[in-house]
């Protein structure tokens, strides 16, 4: 692989890597070169991701850890640390989303969502900045979505916490591009996983209308995000940083 995406020697973090775009991304990571560490609350989906970054040849560390958790979060800088090596590569995607309506919504999913989404990329944007500055390079992904940028309706607490998300990433750019590290977001449209896939079922009305907007006619898969997310964490995105790269099939082109 040309030097320019290859990864080769370096530690990457994802949150989120039990299932779906976490889990593919964490394998392309280490396709490129990049020993992994696993971040998620479920061991067992955790180990299967851990196989398949060793079937790719690099080291898998599992870290079950809840991204909500400030003290658990400063606990997994230092196991990764020890473990496996210094960071270089954050992917920040661990996230949970809702079909409610506003006037349905109770409070604590209100809360549970933002937790998870927003506050839970700021705490571990927070726990693994320190250690990119003082090395003086990283490179940190947080994982948006179309809604970073624009609304739907039954999206009110997720459109609020990727709109958070990806301005979040832009504002740390600032802070942190002077320390050699580029903070960027990814705005996927609907990738089919887990996250989503009920939904599809029980808002069929609402995915079509998405659907209808792409140029290219078709959801995305895990796939897709995963070349991207290897071209922001490599040497070849170097001065990319404060953007939303959105992998949504045109969906906001039109
Ligand atoms: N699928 C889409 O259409 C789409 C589109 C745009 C953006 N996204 C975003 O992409 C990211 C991944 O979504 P996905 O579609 O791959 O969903 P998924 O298959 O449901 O995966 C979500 C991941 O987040 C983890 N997670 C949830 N709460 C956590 C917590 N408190 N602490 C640590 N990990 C936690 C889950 O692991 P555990 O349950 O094991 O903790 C799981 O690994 C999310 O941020 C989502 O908002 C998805």
Sequence with gaps: MSARFSLKGQIAVVTGASGGIGAAGAVALAEAGADVALVARNRAKLEQTAKAV??????????????????AVKALVDTVTKDLGAPDILFNNAGVTT???????????????????????????????????????????????????????L????????????????????????????????????????????????????????????AVPRFGDVEDVAGTLVFLASPAARFITGQTIFVDGGYTAG
């Design 99 to 153: 079909g409610l309506p506003l006037v349905d919504m109770p409070l604590a999913e209100w809360e549970r969502i933002i937790n998870v989404n927003l506050t839970g990329t700021y705490l571990c944007c927070r726990a693994f900045a320190s250690g990119m500055i003082a090395r003086k390079r990283g490179s940190i992904i947080n994982m948006g979505s179309v809604l970073s940028g624009r609304g739907m309706a």
């Design 54 to 71: 060793e079937a790719a040849g690099r080291k898998a560390l599992i870290v079950e850890t809840d991204v909500t958790n400030e003290s």
């Design 155 to 214: 999206r009110t607490v997720y459109s609020a916490s990727k709109a958070g998300v990806a301005n979040f990433g832009a504002a740390l750019a600032f802070e942190l591009g002077p320390h050699g590290i580029t903070v960027n977001t990814i705005g996927a449209t609907v990738i089919v996983t887990d996250l989503n896939r009920d939904l599809i079922k029980n808002q069929p009305q609402l995915y079509e209308k998405v659907l209808s907007r792409h």
